[in-house]
């Protein structure tokens, strides 16, 4: 985990498929994985509907690209994301890129990424089609991220004047939570039991032992949207201890208070 730390990324926001409410956390998400190093998001700003971005933006220190609609129905933001990248790409200033998007349009971009030896991060709704997932390192889904209040995202604008009469006491703001949040938790299908028990047999000694380790990093490349969150758990060790299928082996090391966590498939 120190070395993915350790790694460069170039953070590119489509503004048209993120809500401004999920920046924070989806900053909070991306340094986990990497350190920001670029920030950018590509939008049309003179619209109307993109007034409650400004305080967003500059408590993340992030860089407002501005793209005009220039046909209508089509989504400029796309291409200048896209031609950024690239340019980001040849700087050979980051060692991988986070695409927060929902749109497959940026399929092509990822793949190619890839192909030059760049990790790719995408963060997305669940609506995301499945071509772009598949062609990221890992996929996050948007709706396991928390979603910061409003009233710590709210504009720092003075309020609307209003007539000395009609004037009230403030009312406190209330943190809005989008509908789609209270649906986030999926229920184990049997399709992902059994890639969770294919994957365990691929890495399992001759006793049937799996390095729980190995088991992430093999499930993420088979399935880069599998995530333990997507169901409800934290880490992939307390989903793995709430199904019956599998037993949990904890092995001393040599490092006091350390231990190994290995997973086989149980008999039946």
Known sequence: MDAQKEIRLAVLIDADNVPYSNVKGVMEEIAKYGTPT????YGDWTKPTVSGWKNVLLENAITPIQQYSYTQGKNSSDSALIIDAMDILYSGKVDGFCIVSSDSDFTRLATRLREA??????????????????????????????????????????????PRRSQKKPV?????????????????NEQ??????KTISDLADENGWAFLGDIGNLLLKKQPNFDPRNYGFPKLTPLLKSLPQFEIDKRETDKAGIKLVYIRNKEI
């Open 117 to 162: 030896g760049m990790k790719v991060f995408g963060i997305g709704q669940k609506k995301t089609p499945n071509p772009f997932i598949v062609a990221c390192d890992k996929f996050i889904y948007m709706e396991i991220i928390p979603v910061v209040p409003a009233s710590e995202i709210t504009d720092t604008e003075a309020p609307k004047k209003t």
């Open 172 to 188: 406190a703001k209330v943190a809005v939570v989008p509908a789609e949040k209270t649906e986030t938790v999926e229920k184990l």
């Open 38 to 41: 670029f920030k950018r998001i």
């Open 192 to 197: 992902t039991l059994k890639l969770i028990a």
